[in-house]
């Protein structure tokens, strides 16, 4: 009888020692691999081109899915039967004005939205995008974050609204950044800047020496 106790408690000791140094394995060795694995799939970069809206960019991949077009706009997703999927929202219009650059009006307007409107995690930038004057605007709405992208040319307007959805915040806005940063939009490059204009201090006059 004791002969079995001591093989039952033999046992025990070898399937948990197994289990422990499975358990750590998996914590020190598997896990990290498989997010860092899990990260870089997640923001690969895949070519998107849509010539009715005048665009092209690359899409990262845990962005990249299903393509469903709409009068003046496409929304991408990876549908997700278990939650609501991260998305990303292209429109386009034309401009009407035919310049290259928002109005200072407009961009304080945008400045200022989130303080008047008091909406959470609010974040306004003023940029670049590939040469086009850009405005990304990050929130809090609908219980996730929202960033919104305007890009303008001298012959449309082109919007993107990408939200990570109950995806990894992180990582999905992290994907959401670097996709619509890649983002170029058909039509005349704005002009180049003029110039510096660089003022010439007078020479300076030095006080004659005594003799």
Not at 32 to 52: C, G, I, S, W
Not at 136 to 141: G, S, V
Not at 148 to 171: F, K, N, Q
Not at 182 to 189: F, H, R, S, Y
Request: some cysteine; charged content about 25%.
């Amino acid at each position: 009888m004791e002969s079995r106790i001591q093989l039952v408690v033999g046992l025990l000791v070898v399937v948990l020692g197994g289990a422990i140094l499975g358990g750590e394995y998996f914590l020190v060795k598997w896990y990290p691999r498989h997010q860092q694995q899990v990260h870089e799939d997640t923001l690969k970069l895949l070519p998107y081109r849509n010539d009715a809206l005048g665009i092209e960019m690359e899409v990262a991949a845990g962005l990249y899915g299903k393509v469903e077009g709409f009068p003046g706009g496409v929304r991408i997703t990876r549908p997700e039967f278990w939650r609501i999927p991260a998305a990303l929202t292209i429109t386009a219009q034309p401009n009407p004005d035919g310049t290259f650059e928002f109005s200072p009006q407009i961009l304080a307007k945008w400045q200022t939205q989130g303080t008047y409107e008091d909406i959470p995690r609010y974040h306004f930038e003023h940029t670049k995008i590939n040469k086009r004057d850009a405005v990304l605007i990050w929130q809090y709405k609908d219980r996730a974050m929202l960033l919104t992208v305007r890009v303008i040319s001298s012959d449309r307007l082109v919007e993107l609204y990408c939200t990570p959805g109950r995806e990894d915040e992180a990582l999905f806005m992290q994907a959401c950044e670097s996709s619509v940063h890649t983002l170029k939009v058909a039509g005349p490059e704005p002009p180049a800047p003029p110039p510096p204009i660089l003022e010439l201090a007078p020479p300076v006059k030095r006080p004659k020496s005594g003799r």
